[in-house]
Every structure is written in C-alpha cells, then in structure tokens.
C-alpha cells in the first residue's frame, strides 16, 4: 500500500528541546517537502528536497533543520532555535500534484 | 497582496446545495491549479487539477479556470455532509514546480 507515513501523530516538546518529526514515503517521488501549517495562514513551505542528499530552504526555514541521506526519508528536526514550534506539520512528495502525509501536531509544553 | 488570495469562510450551506469556491491570483506566469480538500487533523488530498482555462469536471466536482481573470473556481453539485472541509487551491508558476498555497476555505455542509 503506497503512500507517506509520518510519525509520531502528536508530539510535544518542552523549552530548548530540539524533536525530530519522521517522514517516510514508498511512493518512489523523488522530491519531498515539510509544510507548516497554523490556523489562518495556509500553508508555509519550511525545505523541499528534489534529489538524495540535497535540500533546499523554503520560506521560514530558521529554527529546522532536515537531511535526506535516503530517498524514501526526509526528518525534520525543530530546534530550540525555533521560537514559536507549536503547529501542525505536513510531510508531502511530487510526482505532478502532491501526496501528502497525515501530519505531526506540535505542542511546546 | 499575497499571490493567492482565498476566503477563509466559514462557508455553511444546507445539504443539497451547490457550492462555490474561488481563489483569485496575481502572478500572470501561473499555469498550472490545483484544489485539495483537508478532513480535519489530516493532511490535504489531490481533488482535481488543471492545466488550462475552461472547466474540467469530475463526478460532483468541477473545477474551472479563468486566466484572463486570475480567478479559478472549484463547484460543487449535491453537497453532502461528508463534503464539510477545508479546500485549498494551490497554483505553480511555468517557471517552477512549487505550488502557491491559498489559506483554505471552511466548507460546513448542514443536513
């Protein structure tokens, strides 16, 4: 069954603690993408990946960081540097439109 | 202004009902649309797509386009209660492959 698994579905993270949110796809899409997601805003494009150990910052990059060392893995890592974490994150791959993943949601607690 | 512009809503219409959803958009270069629907706490999935002015239909779902305007619509015919979502319109440029995200529209269909 194809599709994009992300994990944990919830997740909370307490002051100056870095997470890491998982996103695995055995759809075989080269380029994978981290979105943020707040109430109000749409959608905000954290990195993409087009190809295995290469990414790319979106638009509101500061305070992640990503690695693609694997073609089916793109982690996202929130670090302490990220001062407003808590959101709903959504992995997605391209392949024409996209497929996306049912998301992490973020507390700092 | 952002590029995509979409009415937030909420949108609430009675069962039945036939259900407009527009985006406008200000980049000319945009050539190619997208509508997603999102469930709530679930990420967006691919409704329909489209290259080119006109309408495309699908099922219940059409989905048209209108350049000359920047302004794209998504219809849809016999609401369902099951329909009550948040619809995103999403549109690439020809120069590049990454979509602009409108905010989402709330959709409540009511029996």
């Known amino acids: 069954d194809g599709g994009i698994t992300q994990s944990p579905k919830y997740l909370f993270r307490k002051e100056g603690q870095n997470v890491t949110l998982s996103c695995e796809q055995n759809?075989?899409?080269?380029?994978m993408y981290w979105y943020r997601q707040d109430p109000g805003q749409g959608l905000r494009l954290i990195y993409y990946s087009q190809i295995v150990n290469d990414f790319q910052k979106g638009d509101i990059a500061e305070g992640y960081s990503v690695s693609r060392e694997k073609k089916e893995s793109f982690p996202l890592t929130v670090t302490s540097a990220q001062k407003n974490p808590t959101a709903f994150y959504l992995c997605a791959t391209q392949a024409g439109g996209y497929t996306f993943g049912s998301g992490t949601r973020l507390t700092v607690v | 202004q952002k590029e995509v512009e979409q009415d937030p809503g909420p949108l609430s219409v009675p069962e039945g009902a036939i259900v407009s959803l527009n985006c406008t958009y200000s980049n000319s270069a945009f050539q190619y649309f997208m509508w997603y629907r999102q469930y709530s706490r679930k990420g967006p999935e691919l409704l329909m797509y489209t290259y080119s002015s006109g309408n495309k239909e699908d099922g219940r779902f059409t989905a048209q386009v209108d350049k000359s305007s920047k302004y794209i619509s998504l219809f849809i015919r016999d609401s369902q209660p099951s329909d009550s979502a948040t619809y995103l319109c999403?549109?690439?440029?020809?120069?590049?492959?990454?979509?602009?995200f409108g905010r989402g529209t709330s959709l409540i269909v009511h029996p």
């Open positions: 999403a549109i690439v440029s020809g120069g590049s492959y990454i979509p602009t």
């Open positions: 759809l075989n899409h080269d380029a």
